[in-house]
């Protein structure tokens, strides 16, 4: 049984376990004679009243896209700035890290895939604001907010307000991402973010979509566009035994890289 919503799309909904949900409407849709063209990450998904994007954080209300879970974390961490991981960016500082759930890839080896593979309706959350994400760094003394432990890009237009009033009381922002994120809306989030570690999980074009259901190109593309905007830029490369540890693709990959 799905729950009633409000009449008002851009407000509060329960959840199927009784939480209130939040719903902001997205900065990156189209309206089109097929549905709601969500334009935020290479996936396009085309949406029709109700029925909610791969993410599984946006859905289709009167002919409008809007983000499930807006100010709803379900993850709230300080960590250090290490574990995001960030090497060379304000070492041994401390980050508030936030997350809400949902992913638009479906690794088959996700670590939180607890909270990436399922919606806001499905997990615990808090009742966190923009506002109030930044009154919580200030508080505790983090020179940073991470948006982190799923996918960021799911939760675009949280991140992107948080990601200004942070940037206005001299908070660093911290995205650590699949890079499946289209141009526009990365150029846009870029001014203001700092810095960036990109999860670049194979270079093979086969592997990214046997695995993770992606493509390897829009990665590769996010890459060029963080070095263009200069954005701090550190990468992560997961070796899975037998999967991705081929000699040769690492060669193919520094040498891109480099």
Request: proline residues 7%; hydrophobic residues 35%; contains cysteine.
């Amino acid at each position: 049984m799905q729950p009633k919503q409000p009449s008002n799309p851009n407000g509060r909904t329960p959840s199927l376990s009784g939480q209130q949900i939040s719903l902001k409407e997205s900065p990156f849709y189209e309206s089109t004679s097929k549905g709601v063209h969500c334009l935020i990450c290479p996936n396009n998904c085309v949406l029709r009243e109700g029925i909610k994007g791969i993410c599984r954080t946006h859905v289709a209300r009167e002919n409008k896209l809007y983000m499930i879970g807006y100010g709803n974390p379900c993850s709230v961490h300080i960590d250090p700035i290490e574990k995001k991981p960030l090497f060379h960016y304000l070492p041994a500082s401390a980050c508030l890290s936030i997350a809400t759930s949902g992913c638009n890839l479906a690794c088959q080896n996700c670590q939180n895939w607890e909270i990436s593979q399922r919606g806001p309706e499905a997990t615990d959350n808090h009742d966190l604001y923009p506002q109030q994400v930044v009154e919580a760094a200030v508080k505790h003394g983090c020179q940073s907010i991470a948006y982190t432990y799923t996918e960021p890009t799911v939760f675009y237009k949280y991140m992107l307000d948080t990601a200004v009033i942070a940037r206005s009381r001299g908070i660093r922002n911290l995205m650590i991402s699949n890079g499946y994120i289209n141009e526009k809306p990365l150029r846009e989030l870029s001014k203001t973010l700092d810095a960036a570690n990109i999860d670049l999980k194979s270079f093979s074009a086969e592997t990214y979509e046997k695995l993770f259901r992606g493509r390897l190109q829009p990665v590769l593309d996010t890459l060029l566009v963080l070095r263009e905007e200069e954005v701090w830029l550190e990468i992560t490369n997961l070796l899975i035994p037998g999967l991705t540890d081929q000699p040769d693709l690492l060669r193919q990959m520094c040498g891109w890289l480099v």
